[in-house]
């Protein structure tokens, strides 16, 4: 299987990624735990049937230290014991932002407070716009149908 458009092969989809990474690097540089930061990225890409992402955060979190077991659980986070409660907040308002669509009128006041309760005002931001950032990796590589399975760890870095 191949892309439908090599995004590093074309002018302005490689100008397009460059400046969105740019506006990740506010987000990796921010006080938001990388750990939550990994789970977020993964959740939404399982989400989504984003495959290039969440075999790209899935590996990244692995490499990073994070245990299989956390990693084999992130799809049914609710139900599992191995999460913080500040990670189960994010892991929820990634999933509401995620599903904006298939919710009547967005995020809940509850998500939003629950988090609220776990993370400062610069961490919310940067949870905000990892979710929104994430979201759009996932819709693109899900448009040119991007194949997963080659990504290596730092592969992009």
């Known amino acids: 299987m191949e892309?439908?458009?090599?995004?590093?092969?074309?002018?302005?989809?490689?100008?397009f990624v460059k400046y969105i990474n740019s506006a990740g690097k506010v987000v990796t540089d921010s006080t938001l735990p990388a750990a939550t930061q990994e789970l977020v990225?993964?959740?939404?890409?399982?989400?989504n049937g984003c495959a290039y992402c969440t075999d790209m955060h899935t590996k990244d979190a692995e490499h990073a230290g994070e245990?299989?077991?956390?990693?084999?659980?992130v799809a049914v986070w609710r139900e599992a014991k191995v999460f913080t409660d500040a990670e189960r907040a994010a892991l929820e308002l990634a999933e509401q932002g995620t599903r904006i669509?298939?919710?009547?009128?967005?995020?809940?006041?509850?998500?939003?407070?629950?988090?609220?309760?776990h993370y400062d005002d610069d961490q919310l931001t940067a949870l905000v716009s990892l979710i929104?950032?994430?979201?759009?990796y996932n819709r693109m590589n899900v448009i040119i149908q991007q194949p997963a399975g080659d990504y290596q760890p730092g592969q992009w870095s």
Do not use: M, P, Y
């Open 67 to 73: 245990t299989s077991l956390r990693l084999n659980l």
């Open 132 to 136: 929104a950032l994430i979201n759009a």
């Open 41 to 47: 990225k993964i959740r939404a890409g399982q989400i």
């Open 101 to 117: 669509a298939d919710a009547n009128g967005g995020v809940t006041d509850d998500a939003w407070a629950n988090a609220a309760k």
């Open 3 to 15: 892309a439908r458009l090599n995004f590093l092969g074309n002018t302005a989809a490689a100008n």
